[in-house]
């Protein structure tokens, strides 16, 4: 098969996936859709392996759990606090950011490292520029993290990955 070929095939895998997702998380009223082609990017960026899915979301996961826990300590710090909210979001930052290194690093079979605090900045961009309810945008955003790695990022790279394979055995038959 050529180059040309599988790059037409994985573009139309991605056009026909993708696009799906995102009518499909907002038929069902999710409000975070986009956040699945985040994670089916990294997933993509950590070499498309089937064997890293688990790791990748749950890397993900633990980071859009730490978000939540960073937004709960922020708001149970700030009005208690005698100095700027700058240097109290940089102190609880750079605490979790510490503790989340650890944690991926020693359980690194368990959690992406990547992941984890990709999942944790996108959860905290969202968290921050929403008005709506922080535990229904906590699911809303893991359902779509899980989504991006396995029904985007899995199922367009293993589909890929057969159909290329399928394609050059067939022409070896032909032979």
Do not use: R
């Not at 056009?15 to 799906?20: Q, Y």
């Not at 997933?43 to 790791?55: E, P, T």
């Not at 940089?90 to 992406?112: E, H, N, Q, W």
């Amino acid at each position: 098969m050529s180059k040309g070929k599988i790059v037409l095939l994985l573009a139309i895998l991605i056009a026909l996936i993708a696009p799906f997702w995102a009518a499909a998380s907002g038929a069902l009223g999710l409000l975070t859709g986009p956040v699945a082609l985040i994670s089916a990017g990294l997933y993509v960026a950590n070499g498309c392996n089937v064997k890293n899915g688990l790791k990748i979301t749950l890397g993900f996961l633990a980071g859009n759990v730490w978000a939540y826990f960073v937004m709960l300590c922020m708001g149970a710090l700030a009005p208690n606090i005698g100095f700027s909210p700058y240097l109290l979001l940089f102190i609880v930052l750079f605490v979790f950011v510490i503790v989340a290194v650890f944690i991926a690093s020693y359980l690194d079979k368990i959690f992406d490292l990547s992941a984890w605090l990709s999942g944790w900045a996108v959860t905290l961009t969202i968290m921050n520029l929403s008005t709506h309810d922080q535990l229904t945008l906590l699911w809303q955003i893991a359902v779509a993290m899980v989504a991006g790695v396995w029904f985007v990022g899995v199922l367009i790279t293993s589909t890929h990955k057969y159909l290329v394979g399928k394609a050059s055995k067939n022409k070896q038959s032909a032979k």
